[in-house]
Nanobody
Framework: QVQLVESGGGLVQPGGSLRLSCAAS????????MGWHRQAPGKERELVAA???????NYADSVKGRFTISRDNAKNTVYLQMNSLKPEDTADYYC?????????????????WGQGTQVTVSS
């Protein structure tokens, strides 16, 4: 199994910054795409940013120019640097990863999720 553990959430004032981290562990062969999603109260979960193993990135329009996703393949870790935070960025942020795992029937790519970390942007 693969476990994802997020850290770095908290309370920040508008215009401030936070850096989220997500470390993957377990018996995986490799990790392909990794990403961050968020879910605000009463809203559906949405993609914030994603990054491939070769660091090709994709961002939601609402965070372009403010958030930066990166990863360290040696540490199986993905980061989300969030700058110029706005109250509308308030949400629970979830890390996800598509990891290749082995079993008696061969290799398969599965999606895994972290438990979430809360980000609150408020004065």
């Amino acid at each position: 199994q693969v476990q994802l553990v997020e850290s770095g959430g908290g309370l920040v004032q508008p215009g401030g910054s936070l850096r989220l981290s997500c470390a993957a562990s377990g018996s995986m062969v490799s990790i392909n795409d990794m990403g961050w999603h968020r879910q605000a109260p009463g809203k559906e979960r949405e993609l914030v940013a994603a990054i491939t193993r070769t660091s090709i990135t994709n961002y939601a329009d609402s965070v372009k120019g403010r958030f930066t996703i990166s990863r360290d393949n040696a540490k199986n870790t993905v980061y989300l640097q969030m700058n110029s935070l706005k109250p509308e960025d308030t949400a629970d942020y979830y890390c996800n990863a598509r990891a290749v795992v082995g079993s008696v029937i061969g290799l398969s790519a599965n999606d895994y999720w972290g438990q979430g970390t809360q980000v609150t942007v408020s004065s």
